[in-house]
């Protein structure tokens, strides 16, 4: 293997890295699929197992075979810290067997010609005039070493970015993600006696058990249930701990049994500004392509792998016009997701800077409505703060963060007609530049410090 030169080598074959795979092998391009765990195990994540079916549509994927999911959601509802208020946000879901599904995924790669070496771990990348040529791979069983070269390579390897973590500096590339945006987690898949309306999935924001973010109760059918709290990094609460808290105040979790549990980190912000950097493209948690608000990474990374592979497919196709070609995935990726993160990131710094009392009075007063959720979650709109929220506002004594919710809703509109001025990579500095700097301009402007 170490004198063969592949097209492309993908390292992680979870979402990202098997769409990447299969979108490359469909074209015909030699790919090498690498993996850290055993094949039979490829997929398992710790998640909460939500997939809207809108993103299969997006990437042309085929339904699903009925043993890669559990169930079907209909809507999400969204609960203040009391439960007392909720906002509800409707849309056609999957409650995946994450397992299954992921392997569904690995096994369309391999039937169109992708080449799995599993068990095996990316480590050392070697550089030749700025451009990635060879990877050190150890085999993890063995200990075996080989060396593996490409054109391309595509890291999907996760939030630790085994290849990003290398690759010289780069303009819109974290080769660290800050602290601040990463969320930590914990679930448990449980047995319950039954579970009501299994068609509907409930996140509880409430800053005392999830600060910084929401713990989530999802159906996955009549008698199962994916419970788990994310929380904000560095805001020192253990979710494993937080969650226990809930399972022993809660009469249907409390003597139920646990069937698997786990934590992960997830990264929870705008995506990187750009997939590509020299002929190393990022796909997945490696590119933050998880959704600011609610850390959902299935569907976004579905997107961002597909992009990739087109991508790479299209500079192999044409190599005297490779940069302007992979660029391209950042086009692509910016009109299909990466926009709409931008915007929700805004919202998501909001939402972490708000108190409890701030979400009781904003949900009770329906200062954000379904709609605007709705909306919000489909990228086709920002937040309709009408006359009345204003008023509302106003009239508080100590408004706080909450007072600032109109400004917030500008800043979501501003940044997101600068993604759709996404630049060509001769002006992308600049662009990267301004786009910080409306971020950091919202940050001291309008967050408690």
Known sequence: MSQRLFDAIVVGAGTAGAITALTLAEEGNSVLLMDSKEKKSIGKKVCGDALGIHHLKTVKLPFPPNETFKGRIDAIRVYSPSTNYSISVEGEGLALDRLKFGQWLLEMAVDKGAELKDRTRAEKLSFENGRGTELRTVHTETGSVEHVKARYFVDASGVNGILRRQIPETVGVYRQIPTQDLCVAYREVRRV?????????????????????????????????????????????????????????????????????????????????????????????????????????????????????????????????????????????????????????????????????????????????????????????????????????????????????????????????????????????????????????????????
């Open 193 to 449: 006696e039954k579970v009501e309306d299994t068609n509907i999935g409930r996140i509880f924001l409430d800053e005392e058990i999830a600060p910084g973010g929401y713990w989530w109760y999802f159906p996955k059918d009549e008698h199962t249930l994916n419970v788990g709290v994310g929380l904000q990094g560095g805001r020192g609460a253990n979710p494993k701990n937080q969650l226990k808290r809930i399972v022993n105040e809660r009469s249907d979790l409390r003597d139920s049994k646990i069937l698997d549990a786990g934590g992960g980190i997830v990264p929870t912000r705008r995506s990187m500004y750009t997939l590509v950097a020299g002929n190393i493209l990022f796909a997945g948690d490696s590119a933050c392509t998880a959704n600011p608000m609610h850390g959902g990474g299935i569907g976004s990374s579905m997107i961002a792998g597909r992009v990739c592979g087109q991508a790479i497919s299209e500079a192999l196709d044409s190599p005297q016009e490779e940069r302007a070609k992979l660029w391209e995935a950042n086009r692509a990726y910016v009109k299909m997701y990466g926009a709409k993160a931008a915007s929700l990131d805004i919202f998501r710094l909001f939402l972490q800077a708000v108190t409890n009392e701030e979400i009781e009075f904003g949900m009770m007063k329906k200062l954000v409505t379904d709609e605007d959720i709705r909306n919000l979650g489909y990228g086709i709109g920002g937040l309709s703060i009408r006359e009345k929220a204003s008023k509302v506002i106003r009239g508080i004594s100590k408004p706080g963060v909450l007072g600032n919710l109109a400004e917030t809703a500008k800043y979501m509109g501003r940044i997101k007609r600068e993604y759709e001025k996404y630049p060509d990579y001769r002006d992308f500095p600049a662009w990267v530049e301004k786009v910080e700097g409306i971020f950091r301009e919202y940050s001291s402007r309008y967050l408690r410090r």
